[in-house]
């Protein structure tokens, strides 16, 4: 049973650089058909696709995100990461990652989710 | 603003069914792309309830099912229960195929 796992820094400054990682257990990041995406949520608001990995090593973005982000994977590690930078308090959020099988199957299992607060 | 239009909040007595609507365009839901549901209880992760449309994952009950027409989606749930309160999220994907969400019903059973 695939299992994710986010962590990182849960306060970050602005205009800063915001490092998120994806531990995954239970399978690996390379498997055949592994999509892993990021995904946030304003506090009390909706969710915001922001880009997945393929395991190929395609990646793809938000449009609205692509100038900032940057998804990345370790194999040795089992775990892909985010990096956004230039952040702003609009980036405060709770920011999960999620595997889905094909590019538009449902993202299953998602991790716990892990806050960050963008402020000074 | 979210790319898919969810009512804010909706409510309905236990024992009662209630339909959460997805109203897209035809960039997303009206091309022809699938749509998935989610449910997020309170301080979890969402969690997938139906996707590609109809289809219910293991271990949902079958008072959950979801449908499309058009430009919308919908989902019902029937015999809603006090455990079915929760924030509910369509998504879809847009002629890039970038994955959009609505911005989530929250269900409330009185």
Redesign the interface.
Known sequence: QVQLQESGPGLVKPSQTLSLSCSVSGGSITSAGYYC?WIRQHPG?????IGYMHYSGSI?Y??SLKSRATISGDTSKNHFSLRMTSVTAADTAIY?CARHEM??????P????TLVTVSS | QSVLTQPPSLSGAPGQRVTIPCTGSSSNIGAGYVVHWYQQLPGTAPKILISGDTNRPSGVPDRFSGSRSGTSASLAITGLQAEDEADYYCQSYDTSLSPVFGGGTKLTVL
């Open positions: 995406s608001k909706g969710l915001e696709w793809y938000n449009p999960f590019s538009t199957d449902p993202f299953d998602w991790g716990q989710g």
